[in-house]
């Protein structure tokens, strides 16, 4: 099974980087970036994971946060409803189950589609 890992570069840009390849070296975490083939120091209060398969109605990988807070993970909105009213919620990865934190209902994930990352 394919895991991808992102999280926000400390480095000037702030921008967020994907990758396969995660280090740990003295309470830092390093992502490698292939576009710019080095490793880059990343903010691991805002890493998340992508399990392989896992997508949304766009087929784009759904990430999930590592943070209680929800931090990094995606951002995600359901189609709309009669009434027009969509519902968003911010996908957490905990204790091995993927899950949406929502106040309520929220259909599968083939019906959801990204709408950003939760700051």
Same mark, same amino acid.
């Given at each position: 099974?394919?895991?991808?890992?992102?999280?926000?570069?400390?480095? $000037?840009?702030?921008?967020?980087?994907?990758?396969?390849?995660?280090?740990?070296?003295?309470?830092?975490?390093?992502?490698?970036?292939?576009?710019?083939?080095?490793?880059?120091?990343?903010?691991?209060?805002?890493?998340?994971?992508?399990?392989?398969?896992?997508?949304?109605?766009?087929?784009?990988?759904?990430?999930?946060?590592?943070?209680?807070?929800?931090?990094?993970?995606?951002?995600?909105?359901?189609?709309?409803?009669?009434?027009?009213?969509?519902?968003? $919620?911010?996908?957490?990865?905990?204790?091995?189950?993927?899950?949406?934190?929502?106040?309520?209902?929220?259909?599968?994930?083939?019906?959801?589609?990204?709408?950003?990352?939760?700051?």
């Amino acid at each position: 099974m394919k895991v991808l890992n992102r999280a926000k570069a400390l480095d $000037g840009n702030k921008e967020y980087i994907t990758s396969q390849s995660i280090k740990f070296e003295k309470n830092k975490m390093y992502l490698y970036s292939i576009p710019f083939k080095q490793w880059i120091e990343c903010d691991k209060s805002t890493r998340s994971i992508n399990f392989e398969d896992v997508s949304d109605s766009e087929n784009n990988p759904i990430f999930a946060s590592l943070s209680e807070s929800g931090k990094g993970g995606d951002i995600m909105e359901s189609e709309k409803f009669k009434n027009n009213m969509a519902l968003n $919620g911010v996908v957490k990865y905990d204790k091995g189950r993927i899950s949406i934190d929502t106040s309520g209902f929220m259909p599968k994930f083939e019906k959801l589609k990204i709408i950003g990352i939760q700051k």
